[in-house]
């Protein structure tokens, strides 16, 4: 059964320190898409990144990088230097190829983020 | 235009209104999504229209009803709904590719229901 797991249901940090959000996801199928999406309080969720099952390559933009791992299914997204602006919840998001007509998204639990001054 | 707005920001209505929730995008999107998020939860599907036909509901009951009127609209009709579907509606939309899956939704800022 496909799933997503997010097991920090709250993460408190304080300014400049570095912070990483785990996910661990669960799928039966070979080419799969994961995402992450962050939503500020204002609501909107705000793609961050899509990551290719047959694409392992680390990636990194800015403060934000990502490890992927089909050995242990998971896409970890760290966040270097944090910044009180990246309190947020953030979703760890599975597509899989079995969906592919319809892009249905299986989000996380998701994982709120304070960052403290 | 790399945005998806969705109106009204709030809305709040009693059990007997029939109300409507409206988005827009204007990225040459196929695919536009509704979803409905609760409190600390996770968004959760509703409704998935890929050119402009519906090809998901993931059993909502009749109170709401979809409509994509053109490629760049999506409407949620909403009628007798219950205190239980108060919640953030968020819509989305995305590319229609080979494989629609791999291709991301952008979300808007969603309306915030209260049902009284």
């Known amino acids: 059964a496909q799933k997503v797991t997010q097991a920090q249901t709250e993460i408190s940090v304080v300014e400049k320190e570095d912070v990483t959000l785990d996910c661990v996801y669960e799928?039966?199928?070979?080419?799969?898409?994961l995402f992450w999406y962050k939503q500020p309080p204002s609501g909107e969720l705000v793609f961050l990144i899509r990551?290719?099952?047959?694409?392992?390559q680390n990636e990194i933009s800015g403060r934000y990088s990502w490890n992927f791992q089909k050995s242990t299914s998971s896409f970890n997204f760290t966040i270097t230097a944090s910044q009180v602006v990246d309190s947020a919840v953030y979703f760890c998001?599975?597509?899989?190829?079995?969906?592919?007509?319809?892009?249905?998204?299986?989000f996380g639990q998701g994982t709120t983020l304070q960052v403290k001054p | 235009d790399t945005e998806v707005t969705q109106t009204p920001k709030h809305l709040v209505m009693g059990m007997t209104n029939k109300k409507s929730l409206k988005c827009e995008q204007h990225?040459?999107?196929?695919?536009m999504y509704w979803y409905k998020q609760k409190a600390k939860k996770p968004p959760e599907l509703m409704f998935v229209?890929?050119?402009?036909?519906?090809?998901i509901n993931e059993s909502v009951p009749s109170r709401f009803s979809p409509e994509c009127p053109n490629s760049s609209l999506l409407n949620l009709h909403l009628h007798a709904l219950q205190p239980e579907d108060s919640a953030l509606y968020l819509c989305?939309?995305?590319?229609?590719?080979?494989?629609?899956?791999?291709?991301?939704?952008?979300f808007g800022p969603g309306t915030r229901l209260t049902v009284l």
């Open positions: 989305a939309s995305s590319q229609v590719g080979g494989f629609v899956s791999y291709n991301e939704q952008f």
């Open positions: 799928t039966r199928d070979t080419t799969y898409y």
């Open positions: 990551r290719n099952s047959f694409d392992e």
């Open positions: 998001a599975l597509s899989e190829e079995r969906s592919s007509n319809t892009g249905k998204l299986i």
């Open positions: 990225m040459g999107h196929r695919a």
């Open positions: 229209y890929s050119y402009e036909k519906l090809s």
